[in-house]
Nanobody, 116 residues
Framework: QVQLVESGGGLVQPGGSLRLSCTAS????????MGWYRQTPGKGRELVAV???????NYADSVKGRFTISRDNAKNTVYLQMNSLKPEDTAVYYC??????????WGKGTLVTISS
């Protein structure tokens, strides 16, 4: 069974940091682009950051300079280090594996709440 399991979400004050992790099981993901997306109520899912199999990265403008995506292919895991968090970063964060010739894989999401 192929699945992604996210962890690391929670409640943090503005200006704080969190590190999200996403581990894949049931499949090898080191050849695929992996990414983080987020969604708030009433809005569509938006790209936060992606990282290719070779380590190239791309970020949403709203998180550039604050978030860092990385991956450990030996652990089938992708990370999202989030610093200088803002209330507008509050969302459910989803992990994704982009498989061009197969259906994408999505995690169930982890809630990140930024509030004082």
């Amino acid at each position: 069974q192929v699945q992604l399991v996210e962890s690391g979400g929670g409640l943090v004050q503005p200006g704080g940091s969190l590190r999200l992790s996403c581990t894949a099981s049931g499949t090898i993901v080191n050849i695929y682009t992996m990414g983080w997306y987020r969604q708030t109520p009433g809005k569509g899912r938006e790209l936060v950051a992606v990282i290719t199999s070779r380590g190239s990265t791309n970020y949403a403008d709203s998180v550039k300079g604050r978030f860092t995506i990385s991956r450990d292919n030996a652990k089938n895991t992708v990370y999202l280090q989030m610093n200088s968090l803002k209330p507008e970063d509050t969302a459910v964060y989803y992990c994704n594996v982009d498989r061009p010739t197969l259906p994408d894989i999505w995690g169930k999401g982890t809630l990140v709440t930024i509030s004082s």
